[in-house]
């Protein structure tokens, strides 16, 4: 199994960039796919924002297309999460996600990321 703890959110103006990580422990090896997804409220369904695989290919979801970039440092098993040009609807808890071979999904606890003037 993976733990997975988030970190880096916080309050930001519109406009501003934020970098959220991810630091994974346990069996890291065994990760074949790590993704940032968000929940804008608990009645909403929970969103990918971003997906990274073990080869490094990426994908993104429209909303964040040319605002974000995603990362994954193996020498520190951290996930990064990059936004830039954040917007009022960019507010949501951002969790982090990893599957793993053999163990199946694991979930982080979320990180808050408020957009406020």
């Known amino acids: 199994q993976v733990r997975l703890v988030e970190s880096g959110g916080g309050l930001v103006q519109p406009g501003e960039s934020l970098r959220l990580s991810c630091a994974t422990s346990?069996?890291?090896?065994?990760?074949?796919?790590m993704a940032w997804y968000r929940q804008a409220d608990p009645g909403k369904r929970r969103e990918p924002v971003a997906t990274i695989s073990n080869p490094g290919s990426t994908s993104y979801a429209d909303f964040m297309k040319g605002r974000a970039a995603i990362s994954w440092d193996k020498s520190d098993n951290t996930l990064y999460l990059l936004m830039n040009n954040l917007r009022f609807e960019d507010t949501a808890i951002y969790y982090c996600?990893?599957?793993?071979?053999?163990?199946?999904?694991?979930w982080g606890q979320g990180t808050q990321v408020t957009v406020s003037s």
């Open positions: 346990g069996v890291n090896s065994r990760i074949h796919v």
């Open positions: 996600y990893a599957y793993v071979a053999g163990g199946g999904d694991s």
